[in-house]
């Protein structure tokens, strides 16, 4: 189930990333700041009332002459009418009523998606009812809010939420392996579909996703079902897709949330830009399995090193995942595109993989028995006991006297000793220290 996109919509000065840093609140930080990893904010998550979602940062506005803060307006209008699924049209309740903010209103009211109305700035009583010249919008009833002192945020909320989709089942079978290609454009994502589909049984052609962001295709190999999430194909028929990378960014990452395995496609001739890592930071961070595959093989001159010069690279560049398998391929000459499905096969039962209490108590035992952990200005971490917590990712709750007493470098260590025991080649693992109570 993908999470509902709430964007912010509005000319500029009205305040929208005031909001919008106020909706942010604190990221979940699953993963720590690794060196590697970039972080930008085109979305941020946010919940409410036990619905989480995202909020698009639809980017601020130069201001330049009227015309082209118009011409931006619209654009953005139009990104945000194809990207949400709630607009939240904001305008400024200090300054009133603006010629600008009825043409935005008209744009806005020829889309057919929900639009909530909020009138900020409004930071005391006496402003209130500033808020009643803004019903000339028709845009119904407005919301009175005041981003920068955090006022009737909670009011806002809840219209916003009404429009929310409801909540789905789960659209595939549990056993179902649902995998994107994701990658930079021109990397050969749909060349790669094509190939991986063209030599598979397809059960339904062209399954519109539940968003109209990515593609589905479903198809069925060895008895094995599979729903390849196919974004790059739906980028080539939108217009306004062509021209913002960031949004191409914001619907890879709604992929990879909706599958088991992300698969990052990377140009072989091109070798790895700064986006890529930037793409498989959003997978990791989503506690997906990953497998890195480098195409256009058949381009690249080589030499029987090439292909081992061209891992370490990876391997140097992606130092947080050095558990994905790497495979080179080439679309055009098919050259081992079979070996795709059957690694994405593997990761994802990596992903999945269940390990008895007894079993990981005897890895870290045996561990620990090995390197004990080191002391810390006299104390000694112990370590009671461990148990897997979940799965996709795999994660295990490791249970000692003091989490105080748990270093980075024995945590990794730990890690260590659980992959090789296991081989989750494929899938990151989660630890959590506990204090055992
Ligand atoms: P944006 O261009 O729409 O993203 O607007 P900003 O968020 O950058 O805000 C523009 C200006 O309005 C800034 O100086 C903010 O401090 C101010 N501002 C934003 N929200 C409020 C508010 O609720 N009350 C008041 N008085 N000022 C606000
Ligand atoms: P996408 O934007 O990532 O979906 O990339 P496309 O699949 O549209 O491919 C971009 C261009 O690269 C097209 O011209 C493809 O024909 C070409 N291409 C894709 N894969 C390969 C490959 O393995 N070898 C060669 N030589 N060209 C490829």
């Known amino acids: 189930m993908p999470k509902p996109v709430v964007a912010i919509v509005g000319r500029p000065n009205v305040g929208k990333s005031?909001?919008?840093?106020?909706?942010?609140g604190e990221r979940i930080a699953i993963v720590e700041d690794k060196p590697g990893i970039t972080r930008d904010r085109i979305y941020s998550n946010s919940e409410w009332l036990n619905r989480s979602f995202h909020i698009i940062d639809t980017g601020g506005i130069e201001v330049g002459s009227d015309d082209e803060i118009l011409l931006r307006i619209r654009e953005q209008a139009e990104l945000a009418m194809q990207e949400a699924n709630v607009i939240i049209f904001l305008v400024d309740g200090e300054a009133g009523l603006t010629s600008t903010d009825q043409e935005v209103a008209e744009i806005l009211f020829k889309s057919r998606k929900p639009v909530v109305l909020a009138v900020n700035k409004l930071d005391n009583p006496e402003r209130l009812n500033n808020r009643f010249d803004f019903y000339e919008l028709g845009l119904g009833d407005p919301v009175a809010i005041s981003a920068?002192?955090?006022?009737?945020?909670?009011?806002?909320?809840?219209?916003?939420?009404k429009h929310f989709p409801p909540e789905e089942e789960e659209e595939y079978s549990p056993e179902t392996v649902k995998f994107a290609l994701i990658g930079r454009p021109n990397v050969?994502?749909?060349?790669?579909v094509n190939a991986i589909l063209g030599e598979e049984r397809v059960l339904v052609s062209e399954v519109a996703g539940t968003t109209r962001d990515a593609i589905d295709t479903p198809f069925q190999r060895e008895g094995q079902d599979f729903v390849i999430i196919d974004t790059a194909g739906m980028r080539k028929r939108g217009k306004v897709y062509e021209t913002t990378e960031k949004y191409s960014v914001l619907r890879a990452l709604r992929a990879i949330e909706r599958s088991d395995v992300a698969v990052l496609v990377i140009n072989g001739e091109e070798g790895i830009i700064e986006q890529d890592k930037r793409i498989a930071g959003y997978a990791l961070e989503e506690?997906?399995?990953?497998?890195?595959?480098?195409?256009k093989w058949d381009l690249v001159e080589k030499d029987d090193k090439t292909a081992h010069r061209f891992e370490q690279q990876i391997r140097k560049?992606?130092?947080?995942?050095?558990?994905a398998p790497v495979l080179?391929?080439?679309a055009q000459t098919k050259q081992r595109v079979p070996r795709i499905i059957e690694l994405v096969l593997k990761v994802a039962e990596n992903h999945a993989m269940r390990i008895s209490t007894s079993t990981v108590n005897s890895v870290i035992e045996d561990a620990v028995m090995m390197t004990p952990p080191p002391t810390d200005k006299g104390r000694k971490l112990r370590i009671n006991y461990a148990t897997q917590v979940a799965v996709k990712p795999p994660s295990f709750a490791?249970?000692?006297?003091?989490?105080e007493l748990m270093h980075f470098s024995y945590e990794r260590f730990l890690e260590n000793r659980i992959r090789d025991a296991f081989g989750f080649e494929g899938t990151p693992i989660r630890l959590f220290i506990r204090k055992k109570s």
């Open 398 to 403: 490791i249970f000692v006297n003091d989490p």
């Open 317 to 323: 560049e992606f130092p947080f995942m050095a558990w």
């Open 148 to 161: 920068g002192h955090g006022i009737g945020i909670g009011d806002l909320l809840e219209e916003v939420v």
């Open 188 to 192: 050969g994502k749909s060349s790669l």
């Open 287 to 295: 506690g997906k399995a990953m497998l890195i595959v480098v195409n």
């Open 328 to 330: 080179f391929v080439s």
């Open 18 to 24: 005031t909001l919008f840093n106020r909706l942010a």
